[in-house]
Every structure is written in structure tokens, then in C-alpha cells.
Antibody, heavy 118, light 110 residues
Framework: QIQLVQSGAEVKKPGASVKVSCKTSGYTFTNYGTSWVRQAPGQGLEWVGWISGYNAATNYAQNFQGRVTMTIDTSTSTVYMELRSLRSDDTAVYYC???????????WGQGTLVTVSS | QSVLTQPPSVSAAPGQKVTISCSGSNSNIGNNFVAWYQQFPGTAPKLLIYNNNERPSGIPDRFSGSKSGTSATLGITGLQTGDEADYYCGTWDNSLNDAVFGGGTQLTVL
């Protein structure tokens, strides 16, 4: 079955960086892209960006350009998201999700809580 | 402020039908497919509807989707207490070049 398993919770200080991993299984990794979506406490969903599993092409949301980097390791079918210059309002659960198509995410990871606090 | 507009909450009795609206513009819903997600507290979203009205395997036909112009609608019939969750619409925005979501709608089954 399709699985996306994310790394554990992180606590970071303002200005620091965080790198979250998403290990996938159950499908051909290079046939699909992966999006990252975050959800601040009590808030809605916000798309962070996307990376191709085929050629590592990326498309980052306007709100995160310059602060986020997404990478892949095809040998382990793992996707990574690094967010830099963290602020308190970056505190959120970050989800990875397989892109079933350009407009929908069909399988999601369990989420990784990133807390930014001094 | 979300790009797509959803009502914050809806409610209905068990067994009844409810609809949740999602309003956008020509740069998003008007020219792209719409998806709907269900999210229970403390869990990841789950895909309910994609390409406006298609259901992934395992999603019961009590859930349906439709689109007209720049708005989309999620319908749920035969409401169950287990349907109480947050529901989000999502699509692509051609002007922003971003995926966008609605603010979410909390469903209460009274």
C-alpha cells in the first residue's frame, strides 16, 4: 500500500533552519511529484511547494520563495523540505503529499510538527 | 485570508443531506479541476473528491462533487456522526502559480 512516513517533531529557535523528510513506498517514486502543505494551529491548509520525483524540478509557493528548498533521494524514495530563517509564525504541522494530478494530493504523510520558539 | 471561500461551518441532522460551497475566480476554479479533502482533528487530510466529481477508491457514493463556473460544491447524503470533520476545497491558481485551498468548513452532525 502507498505510504508516506515523515520524520519526527522538531523544536527550533527563530532564525534557525529545519529539514523534514518524507519516505515514500508502495508506488513508483519517479512517476509522481510530491507537495508539501502546512497547517498552523487551528488554521487551514497552505501549500508550500512541489518537487518532481522524476527530475527534481521544483515549484515553490510565492510566500516561501527564497526560504524553502525541496530535494529528493531517488535511491531511497525520500523527499526533503528545508525551511530557513524560521519565524514564530512558521509553527505548524507540515505534511508531505503525493500529487495525483496538478490539482489534487491523493496520499498524505502523517505530518510533522515544527515549533519555532525562543 | 484564503483564496477560495468556504463557509466556516455547516450543520445538519443524521440521515440528512448537507452541501458545502467553495467560491473562487476564473484564475482558479473557473479554469481548473477542484478537489475536496476531509480532515479529522489531529490527523492528515484525506482526499474525498478529485477532478470536480470523481471519488478515489474506497470513498462511499454518499460523497459527491460538482462545479459550475467559479464555484464548486461538496454534497454529503445520509449524514453520519462519523462525518463530523473539517472539509477543504483545493485547486490550482493560474495567476498565483500556486496550489490554493479554501479556509475549511467544520461539519457538525447534530
Amino acid at each position: 500500500q502507498i505510504q508516506l512516513v515523515q520524520s519526527g517533531a522538531e523544536v527550533k529557535k527563530p532564525g534557525a533552519s529545519v529539514k523534514v523528510s518524507c519516505k515514500t513506498s508502495g508506488y513508483t517514486f519517479t512517476n509522481y511529484g510530491t507537495s508539501w502543505v502546512r497547517q498552523a494551529p487551528g488554521q487551514g491548509l497552505e501549500w508550500v511547494g512541489w518537487i518532481s520525483g522524476y527530475n527534481a524540478a521544483t515549484n515553490y509557493a510565492q510566500n516561501f520563495q527564497g526560504r524553502v528548498t525541496m530535494t529528493i533521494d531517488t535511491s531511497t524514495s525520500t523527499v526533503y523540505m528545508e525551511l530557513r530563517s524560521l519565524r514564530s509564525d512558521d509553527t505548524a504541522v507540515y505534511y508531505c503529499a503525493r500529487d495525483g494530478g496538478a490539482t489534487f494530493r491523493d496520499n498524505w504523510g502523517q505530518g510533522t510538527l515544527v515549533t519555532v520558539s525562543s | 485570508q484564503s483564496v477560495l471561500t468556504q463557509p466556516p461551518s455547516v450543520s445538519a441532522a443524521p440521515g440528512q443531506k448537507v452541501t458545502i460551497s467553495c467560491s473562487g475566480s476564473n484564475s482558479n476554479i473557473g479554469n481548473n479541476f477542484v478537489a475536496w479533502y476531509q480532515q479529522f482533528p489531529g490527523t492528515a487530510p484525506k482526499l474525498l473528491i478529485y477532478n470536480n466529481n470523481e471519488r478515489p477508491s474506497g470513498i462511499p457514493d454518499r460523497f459527491s462533487g460538482s462545479k459550475s463556473g467559479t464555484s464548486a460544491t461538496l454534497g454529503i447524503t445520509g449524514l453520519q456522526t462519523g462525518d463530523e470533520a473539517d472539509y477543504y476545497c483545493g485547486t490550482w491558481d493560474n495567476s498565483l502559480n500556486d496550489a490554493v485551498f479554501g479556509g475549511g468548513t467544520q461539519l457538525t452532525v447534530l
